[in-house]
């Protein structure tokens, strides 16, 4: 069962602009972790932000978490065409420590 | 130079056939992870092994199989149970409970494809 769900599905940006993705989910956590995929290639880490943080910050990115409404937001600010990718928010499964379940993703589109 | 490798890259599969998508790690990590990911989707857990000689499985484990007999490999068989193995597989590592850590590495995946 799927833990984090992203929206929008897809986003389309000119470069520059900022881009802002959301993921809402279901039980308690300990932490979010938020995952870059560039098509066809595995996942890369981007972020960490545990449950008594409420905004994490690095490089361009600044991720922000509400756990009173089980939501996260990941914004990418002055976006550059190499951001175009999949971005996913993955958090660990309650009773299943380093179990951890990924949402839908987020297709980010950074038009040159 | 560290990492995780999966390989190969592509496998075709045919009828019946068992396959086997091999998994290599040098990071040390005690834990690691297969996902298998369909066009468009997330990724949904088959395996997973916190511990040489231990695993446990993932919410789509039917149809699949594994062994830890070392700390570095972790291969999956995709049995011929398994009626709809086209996908592309992802296999993960991360620190393990110890480190705190639990941040995951990823492979760069096997794209599976019956023939």
């Known amino acids: 069962s799927q833990q984090g769900e992203e929206d929008p599905q897809a986003l389309s940006i000119q470069e520059g602009e900022n881009a802002t993705m959301n993921c809402s989910y279901k039980?308690?956590?300990?932490?979010l972790q938020w995952y870059r995929q560039n098509s066809g290639r595995g996942l890369v880490h981007l972020i960490l932000?545990?449950?008594?943080?409420r905004e994490k910050h690095s490089g361009r990115l600044r991720v922000t978490l509400d756990t009173s409404k089980k939501s996260s937001s990941l914004l990418i600010t002055a976006s550059r065409a190499a951001d175009t990718a999949s971005y996913f928010c993955?958090?660990?499964?309650?009773?299943?420590?380093?179990?951890?379940?990924f949402g839908t993703g987020t297709k980010l589109q950074v038009i040159p | 130079d560290g990492g995780i490798t999966q390989s190969p890259k592509y496998l075709f599969r045919k009828e019946g056939q068992n396959v086997t998508l091999s998994c290599e790690q040098n990071?040390?990590?005690?834990?690691m992870y297969w996902y298998r990911q369909d066009p468009g989707q997330g990724l949904r857990l088959i395996y997973y092994?916190?511990?040489?000689?231990?695993?446990q499985k993932g919410d789509i484990a039917e149809g699949y199989s594994v062994s830890r007999e070392k700390k570095e490999s972790f291969p999956l068989t995709v049995t011929s149970a398994q009626k709809n193995p086209t996908a592309f597989y992802l296999c993960a590592s991360s620190p393990g409970v110890t480190s705190g850590s639990e941040t995951q590495y990823f492979g760069p995946g096997t794209r599976l494809l019956v023939l």
């Open positions: 993955a958090s660990p499964v309650r009773g299943g420590y380093q179990k951890v379940t």
């Open positions: 039980t308690s956590i300990n932490n």
């Open positions: 990071l040390n990590h005690d834990a």
């Open positions: 932000i545990r449950s008594n943080e």
């Open positions: 092994s916190q511990i040489v000689n231990d695993f």
